[in-house]
């Protein structure tokens, strides 16, 4: 069975983080969807829904629900861009959902190929929103993994949600 490119992810990542510019936290994810010009609409969604994407007049569309916490649309909206940027292919003539919240999915096993495209998304987005080069100056003062103070402090800089920055410092997210 194929296993996730999670390293590719990360290395696409990078390169569109050099390629917009970007060098610095909270990651200009608009920014980043625009110059795929790609539409982001963000509407109230079914709560278990984080986000979809399609493409339209070959240019991909991302729906983001309005419900969820603007940390967590960010955390979309880089997933859905990864699937944009790393499997264009499987998108086309279909709408792709994601129905949970895609960084929760299990990583460490793969059972299907959409497992495998959707730990790539995350993979990808973990690297877009929180890059490891600005990560690792971050944790020049070693971070105990359970002080929540300044778990809450990164998380507001990098514009994510907490449970997405342990789990990036858990090296969940790490190839
Ligand atoms: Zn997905």
Not at 48 to 57: E, H, Y
Not at 90 to 95: D, F, H, I, R
Not at 131 to 160: H, N, Q
């Amino acid at each position: 069975m194929k296993k996730p490119g999670k390293k590719n992810a990360k290395e696409q990542a990078q390169k569109v983080l050099a390629d917009t510019g970007i060098q610095g936290a909270p990651v200009a994810v608009d920014k980043i969807a625009r110059s795929f010009g790609a539409v982001i609409e963000v509407r109230p969604l079914d709560e278990q829904l984080s986000g979809m994407i399609f493409v339209k007049d070959g240019a991909p569309v991302i729906g983001v629900n309005a419900l969820h916490h603007p940390h967590r649309q960010r955390f979309t909206i880089a997933h859905e861009i990864g699937h944009w940027v790393l499997h264009r292919k499987q998108l086309e003539g279909v709408v792709h959902v994601d129905k949970t919240y895609p960084m929760l999915r299990r990583d460490q096993e793969s059972s299907s190929g959409v497992d495998l495209i959707e730990i790539e998304a995350n993979a990808f987005a973990a690297e877009l929103l929180m890059p490891e080069a600005l990560l690792a100056g971050e944790l020049a003062t070693p971070l105990d993994i359970d002080d929540e103070k300044r778990l809450i402090a990164l998380s507001r800089k990098y514009r994510v949600s907490v449970s997405a920055m342990r789990f990036r410092l858990l090296g969940y997210f790490f190839v």
